[in-house]
């Protein structure tokens, strides 16, 4: 089943970026693409060459944050499922993750096994 997940990385930081890409492929999973930020990413699902079944996504990014990107996706792609990261896991970004359109939250502290179940789980819903 891993083989058939798609997962898009939408991460400003190019290092964590890198890095979520190099866990996403020894899970199994395919990386259907990775970007630095939600323009980027919505130009990606656009194009129709590219839609995931889940996205990993910054809440924290330039020209267009997290929780305007899961907004956009949950409105025009609600199949997608959305895993909002971030550093900072206040109680206000978790819930503004969550009302915007996010599955779940994760902080960026996380266990590559819990994200893997979290991956797995969500795709079969």
């Given at each position: ?94 819930e503004e993750s969550l009302r ?15 994200l893997k179940a979290a991956i ?6």
């Amino acid at each position: 089943m891993e083989n058939s997940i798609s997962v898009a990385i939408i991460e400003n930081n190019s290092m964590f970026r890198e890095t979520l890409c190099h866990l996403m492929i020894r899970f199994g999973f395919m990386v259907a693409f990775e970007a630095e930020n939600g323009k980027v990413a919505i130009d990606h699902i656009k194009s129709g060459q590219s839609v995931p079944n889940v996205c990993i996504l910054d809440i924290n990014m330039p020209i267009m944050n997290g929780f305007e990107t899961a907004t956009w996706i949950k409105e025009n792609y609600p199949s997608i499922k959305i895993i909002a990261c971030s550093l900072d896991n206040s109680k206000y970004q978790i819930e503004e993750s969550l009302r915007s359109g996010a599955d779940l939250f994760f902080s960026k502290i996380f266990s590559s096994a819990d994200l893997k179940a979290a991956i797995i789980s969500l795709s079969s819903k």
